[in-house]
Every structure is written in C-alpha cells, then in structure tokens.
C-alpha cells in the first residue's frame, strides 16, 4: 500500500486548509485510515480516524469541532478538512493505514502499518 498526501502549505490563523491522502495498491476494503501530525520536538499525535466499512469516526479532542475527516471510498481517498485553524496546529501531517483497527484503538500510533511521507502545514498568528 502507497499513500500520497497532498494540500498542506500555509494558513493564516483562522482560515482553512484541506489535506489530501490517496492510497493505492492492495488496500482491500476493511481498512482504516488516519492522520497523524508531528510538531517540531514533539512527539507524532493522533488527529482523525475514519473506518471503511460504517464510516466510523474518532478525533483528538484537540481538533473536535475544527476538523473533519472523510473517506471516497470509490477513490480510496482520505480527506481532512481543517477550520478555525490555530498556531499549534502547525506540524507535518501524516496519513496512514491499519487493518483490524477496532474503535478503541483508532488513535494508536501502533494499529497503523503504512504511512506517508507527510504534508507540512504552517499556521501563522
């Protein structure tokens, strides 16, 4: 499985940017696929989830009410609509891929096998 993001760059604190990761290759149908992000010197955090299969979804409280995730199956695209962005969102956004997720670990770095190359988001004050 490849995953290709696309649509990070730079917001003015307050706007919005919209993530792209497509995912090719034997991706099967019951997969999972996240986004993960990583700021300088801290450590890679969970941001969204969504399921395949019943579109079931899970967000960092961080980002609840800010963000939405969603999945074109037909395309096997994951996107991740970002609003109200803020300064600490700033980090390089990571798309992955996990199989056999249940919802209780949709946020676990370790229930993801493939992963991107990430999109670098910049938020500005």
């Known amino acids: 499985v490849q995953l290709v993001e696309s649509g990070g760059g730079l917001a003015q604190a307050g706007g919005s940017l919209r993530l792209s990761c497509a995912a090719s290759?034997?991706?099967?149908?019951?997969?999972?696929m996240a986004w993960f992000r990583q700021a300088p010197g801290k450590e890679r955090e969970f941001v969204s989830a969504?399921?395949?299969?019943?579109?079931?979804?899970d967000y960092a409280d961080s980002v609840k009410g800010r963000f939405t995730i969603s999945l074109d199956n037909a395309k096997n695209t994951v996107y991740l609509q970002m609003n109200s962005l803020k300064p600490e969102d700033t980090a390089v956004y990571y798309c992955?891929?996990?199989?056999?997720?249940?919802?209780?670990?949709?946020?676990?770095?370790?229930?993801?096998?493939?992963w991107g190359q990430g999109t670098l988001v910049t938020v500005s004050s």
């Open positions: 969504i399921r395949r299969r019943g579109a079931s979804t």
């Open positions: 992955a891929v996990g199989y056999g997720i249940i919802l209780t670990t949709m946020h676990q770095i370790r229930a993801y096998e493939y």
């Open positions: 290759g034997r991706t099967g149908s019951a997969y999972t």
